[in-house]
């Protein structure tokens, strides 16, 4: 990938149970940024977090940021089936504007 | 919430043809268009940043007159794949910042995809 790692790069987890998925990068950053990607589809974006915060919250999402370790992850909570889709994280390097760079994605399948 | 239609969502050409993609926002205005490229199952690659009124830039290894990109209006950028070959079979996402009352957004809204696939 241009940016990072995710890992794992699979997950397969049942209705009702959390899903943790991390993103590490290579470069400082100005913010990080989770996407999830349903099939054969556009992007759409689930939570933005600075590089001065350590956690945000977003209904049943967590996203944490250790930018000492250059890593993030995605906490989603009592999972459903619709949930399943492609997650990525992407960094925007210097400028807030700049490009959006990403890392390589988990899927996640959740049973019901 | 801001809306980008990209279209075709599915082309299929024979090879030495050219295809054009067309990235449009619906609800707002955007001067600067991302243009990324995706393999299966795997991660998307930007290509491009196309900026309204000027040139487009390129990331490196991105060939500009294989990819010519246009961005002819606050609403409208275009991707053309000139001379397409097998190689170029991929998924072609757009993704446009919104600008509202010159607050310019964080995050980009992606238009749903075009799948190119050269025989």
């Known amino acids: 990938s241009q940016q990072g790692e995710e890992d794992p790069q699979a997950l397969s987890i049942q209705e009702g149970e959390n899903a943790t998925m991390n993103c590490s990068y290579k470069?400082?950053?100005?913010?990080l940024q989770w996407y999830r990607q349903n099939s054969g589809r556009g992007l759409v974006h689930l939570i933005l977090?600075?590089?001065?915060?350590r956690e945000k919250h977003s209904g049943r999402l967590r996203v944490t940021l250790d930018t000492s370790k250059k890593s993030s992850s995605l906490l989603i909570t009592a999972s459903r089936a619709a949930d399943t889709a492609s997650y990525f994280c992407?960094?925007?390097?210097?400028?807030?504007?700049?490009?959006?760079?990403f890392g390589r994605g988990t899927q996640l399948t959740v049973w019901p | 919430g801001a809306v980008v239609s990209q279209h075709p969502s599915r082309v299929i050409c024979k090879s030495g043809t050219s295809v054009k993609i067309e990235c449009r926002s619906l609800?707002?205005?955007?001067?600067?268009m991302f243009w990324y490229r995706q393999f299966p199952k795997k991660s998307l690659m930007l290509m491009a940043t196309?900026?309204?009124?000027?040139?487009?830039?390129?990331e490196q290894g991105v060939e500009k007159d294989k990819f010519l990109i246009n961005h002819a209006s606050l609403t409208l950028s275009t991707l053309t794949v000139t001379s397409a070959h097998p190689e170029d079979s991929s998924f072609y996402i757009c993704?446009?910042?919104?600008?509202?009352?010159?607050?310019?957004?964080?995050?980009?809204?992606f238009g749903s995809g075009t799948q190119l696939s050269v025989l």
């Open positions: 993704s446009a910042r919104p600008r509202t009352e010159n607050v310019i957004s964080e995050k980009l809204f």
């Open positions: 470069t400082s950053i100005n913010n």
């Open positions: 977090i600075r590089s001065n915060e």
């Open positions: 992407a960094t925007v390097r210097g400028s807030t504007l700049g490009r959006l760079y």
């Open positions: 609800d707002f205005q955007a001067t600067t």
């Open positions: 196309s900026n309204e009124g000027s040139k487009a830039t390129y």
